[in-house]
């Protein structure tokens, strides 16, 4: 029975039930959870694996905990884990696979996979059923990853466009954050107004990101116009950057962007650009970092990603003044482009081409 009386570490990704259910793991000592002879269930002997290994090896458990809950305990938490058959298995990922939801029965598939392979090393099972079984094998090969980048001329109807289309204040803005900053989606709606230091010039995001590394980024000056906008624009009362209109004490949700720029892409009379995401526009701006001439070290401090061999043990300069020259003109790049009188005047793909709009598009101009 799960003990809601508790307050568990909430987090933005999973519901409160997959916190307390982790919490409960991480208070129990391992004499309670291992208590169970040598014939335990798939539930109980994965409370074991995730107390000795999940917690240990994974920066966000209670992600992996989520897909547990949801797809394979219901289904086989309590059958004997000794009985369980590739058969049984493939007929959880097979739900998934008919729902549409491919990545998600290859998600559960590695976490089963890795979850039997340490029951296996452990003895708590003589041979996992899925040892030989392959990601492709479920559902096929995964499909490839996203390329999407906006061109200059593009960069311009966009950015144009979302004066153009009913939108909120804090939706506009938040969105042009993505692409200045090279932020993800849910890092711009999930910031709170103190991060901002903008007399320093800095964003103090902390461990608050999807890697979970400390992360300190310059604040250039088409992101201050974007963050003074969405201060402007927010409840001053609420501690959000992009806070939700119908409750200022909480964030924006992360689904929010996304659906906005899905209902100006697709609208007969919208910004007329083949599909895009704001986890593209972050991309975009990786890519422009490289057209600038950013070292590649710099470039992925500003992404957050970690430096490449031996340099992440060793290289622990924090790139402070590198990372705001190159954010310095990144911006400066930007406010050129969107500048220009018309995307006609911008490159598109390739040198020559211009950039073709539907005559319905909002920004679409003759020539």
């Excluded at 901002?196 to 999807?210: A, I, M, P, V």
């Excluded at 979970?212 to 501690?239: F, G, T, Y």
């Excluded at 950013?294 to 340099?311: Q, S, W």
């Excluded at 598109?348 to 081409?353: A, C, I, L, Q, S």
């Amino acid at each position: 029975m799960i003990d809601r009386t508790s307050s568990p570490v909430r987090s933005a990704h999973v519901g409160q039930h997959v916190m307390i259910w982790l919490e409960q793991v991480k208070g129990a000592s391992l004499g309670e959870l291992d208590n169970f002879g040598d014939e335990g269930t798939v539930e109980q002997v994965m409370k074991v694996w995730v107390k000795l290994s999940l917690l240990i090896s994974r920066r966000r458990p209670e992600i992996a905990v989520s897909s547990l809950l949801k797809h394979v305990l219901p289904g086989i938490g309590s059958q004997p884990l000794k009985n369980l058959t590739r058969l049984r298995l493939n007929r959880l990922y097979n739900i998934l696979i008919a729902e549409g939801k491919k990545e998600e029965a290859r998600r559960v598939f590695a976490l089963t996979k890795q979850f039997l392979a340490w029951a296996e090393m452990q003895g708590y099972l003589d041979h996992s059923p899925i040892a030989s079984m392959k990601k492709r094998d479920v559902a096929g090969r995964a499909s490839p990853p996203r390329s999407r980048q906006l061109s200059d001329a593009e960069i311009w109807v966009f950015w144009h466009g979302l004066d153009n289309w009913a939108l909120s204040e804090q939706a506009r803005w938040a969105l042009r954050l993505c692409l200045v900053s090279a932020r993800r989606p849910d890092e711009i709606v999930q910031a709170q107004k103190a991060e901002f230091d903008l007399q320093l010039e800095l964003w103090k995001q902390g461990t608050r990101n999807k890697s979970q590394r400390e992360h300190v980024l310059p604040i250039s000056p088409l992101m201050r116009q974007c963050i003074e906008a969405l201060m402007q624009a927010a409840d001053p009362d609420s501690p959000w950057l992009v806070p939700a209109p119908r409750d200022p004490q909480q964030p924006l949700s992360k689904g929010a962007l996304n659906q906005a720029l899905r209902r100006m892409i697709r609208a007969p009379r919208g910004l007329g650009l083949e599909a895009f995401t704001p986890r593209d526009l972050r991309r975009t701006a990786r890519s422009k970092l490289s057209a600038l001439d950013t070292p590649n070290d710099v470039a992925r401090k500003i992404m957050n990603h970690a430096l490449e061999g031996i340099d992440r043990v060793y290289d622990t300069h924090d790139y402070l003044s590198q990372m705001r020259i190159a954010m310095n003109r990144f911006s400066a790049a930007v406010e050129q482009i969107i500048a220009c009188e018309s995307y006609h005047q911008l490159q598109h793909r390739y040198e020559g081409e211009t950039l073709l709009l539907d005559e319905r598009a909002i920004m679409a101009m003759a020539r």
